[in-house]
């Protein structure tokens, strides 16, 4: 089937062009709003060839797996046919249906208020993942040229110390501006203008703000970070809160301006009302919290105790799919940024990594009991999924294989924990959150390297361990 016959087919089933809201390109799947979820037939998108599998939330929010290569391919179709890509969350279509608009509004009332917040948070990081990755990856290979150079192994001269700072530039420069992209791409969630949005992260890490709480009082020049305002205070939780109290603010404005004066004035007005209370207020308070939450997280991720460790590891690495299935996994993208930006690595990545391995593990199980049962269909489904899930694509053995087979999902899970529990025990460390799978070991800290491929490991043989004694052979048996 070629790429133009799967899109219309995925189209077709989704109720046609006029049923659809907006779509997203979303790494491996594309995310679908519709009208009316009613003229959307699940079962015979997913018959589809090409199509991996579909998430659904019971509302007018549909997610249809298709792979990396494919929801681009798809995507851009999509735009040329004239479908809208995703709006901001919160919005809804402008149509002259008022039939379609209420529909919409409904469907928009069954996403919780919680989830919509997760998705808008995670929406915001979701787009600098590429440079998450790439950060990561020259942050880890700089690390490793440093212990090169240190220890002898390669000769410290001009050109290996000029490599070595040009790789780092890379990986520093983002984690050191990360409060002004977050900004950016708060302002296109909240649909305020990104420049704006980038200025109040610039101001989060200006020098003024020092400046600021030295004559409020407010600065403790002996330990800086202990300071109830500081150059930084807040991060990224404090830049997101105050671009949204700009948006806010912005649309104010407006209506108290003549309009003659409106393209000139508002968006300074704007600025001069946000500052102040995103420094005096929102820089400290939300400052106060990220440091509570950095202390909440540290008696679990940073425990010196073996025990909480490997608790900590197991539950994480055992939960992360079921959370991927509800989209409450996307509430940790802001905790793994949290850390990275004040770490400069994150540890609670590496134990949920471990979750797609542990699918490996249970999709070898059933591959082999597959093959003494004489099924040749699920041997064929898991041997074109496994090379995919061994380098982090989940997503072919989990809507493929294991999610409808259901037990084998959670047995997965629970062989994955014991993945988990090892790094977490060991403190691995990853200076992105993405891809996952064995492409992870590119962004893992150099040190740490070979204990998260022993934690691949181990997720693959208990996944497979626990899989093969608890699923019965009555549910591989061919139809």
Request: hydrophobic fraction near 50%; charge should be neutral.
């Amino acid at each position: 089937m070629s790429i133009r016959e799967l899109a219309d087919a995925i189209l077709l089933q989704l109720g046609g062009k006029n049923n659809i809201i907006d779509a997203e390109n979303c790494m491996t799947r594309i995310r679908v709003s519709v009208n009316d979820s009613s003229k959307v037939d699940v079962e015979k998108i997913k018959s589809i060839e090409g199509v991996l599998g579909v998430v659904s939330d019971d509302g007018n929010y549909f997610q249809i797996v298709l792979g990396p290569g494919r929801v681009r391919d798809v995507m851009s179709l999509y735009v040329e046919d004239g479908i809208k890509e995703k709006l901001h969350a919160g919005e809804t279509a402008v149509t002259n249906d008022w039939e379609k608009n209420k529909a919409n509004l409904k469907g928009k009332q069954k996403d919780s208020n919680w989830k919509q917040s997760i998705r808008v948070i995670a929406d915001i990081f979701t787009p600098m993942i590429p440079a998450f990755i790439a950060s990561g990856v020259t942050n880890g290979l700089g690390r490793l040229l440093k212990i090169l150079m240190t220890n002898g192994t390669i000769p410290t001269n001009q050109f290996t110390e000029l490599s070595q700072n040009m790789i780092a530039l890379i990986g520093s420069g983002f984690l050191a501006y990360l409060v002004i992209f977050t900004g950016v791409n708060a302002a296109k969630q909240f649909r305020v203008n990104p420049m704006l949005g980038g200025m109040i992260g610039a101001a989060a890490i200006d020098g003024n703000i020092n400046k600021i709480s030295q004559i409020i009082g407010w600065f403790n020049e002996e330990v800086p970070n202990k300071s109830i305002l500081s150059s930084g205070a807040g991060g990224v939780i404090g830049v997101i809160v105050g671009v949204w109290v700009l948006a806010k603010i912005e649309k104010w404005v407006p209506s108290k301006m003549p309009y003659a004066l409106d393209i000139s004035f508002t968006p300074l007005l704007s600025m001069l009302i946000t500052m102040p209370i995103f420094v005096l207020l929102i820089m400290p308070v939300t400052g106060f919290i990220s440091i509570q939450l950095s202390n909440f997280l540290g008696l679990f991720v940073n425990s010196t105790n073996p025990v909480v460790s490997v608790i900590t590891g197991y539950v994480l690495a055992a939960s992360f799919l079921p959370l991927v299935l509800v989209g409450l996994h996307r509430g940790l993208t802001p905790i793994y940024t949290l850390q990275i930006e004040s770490l400069g690595f994150t540890t609670l990545f590496p134990a949920v990594a471990m979750a797609g391995a542990g699918q490996v593990g249970a999709a070898i199980a059933l591959y082999i009991k597959a093959k003494r049962l004489k099924n040749k269909n699920m041997q064929a489904i898991i041997s074109g999924a496994i090379p995919a899930g061994i380098l982090g694509i989940g997503e072919p053995l989990i809507y493929g294989v294991t999610l409808p087979l259901l037990k084998p999902f959670i047995t997965a899970g629970l062989g994955a924990g014991f993945g988990g529990a090892y790094v977490m025990l060991m403190g691995v460390g990853s200076t992105a959150f993405s891809p996952s799978g064995l492409l992870a070991t590119t962004h893992v800290l150099p040190e740490f390297a070979l204990h998260f491929v022993i934690g691949i490991l181990i997720s693959y043989i208990m996944g497979a361990i626990i899989t093969y004694f608890f699923i019965p052979d009555s549910m591989i048996l061919p139809e």
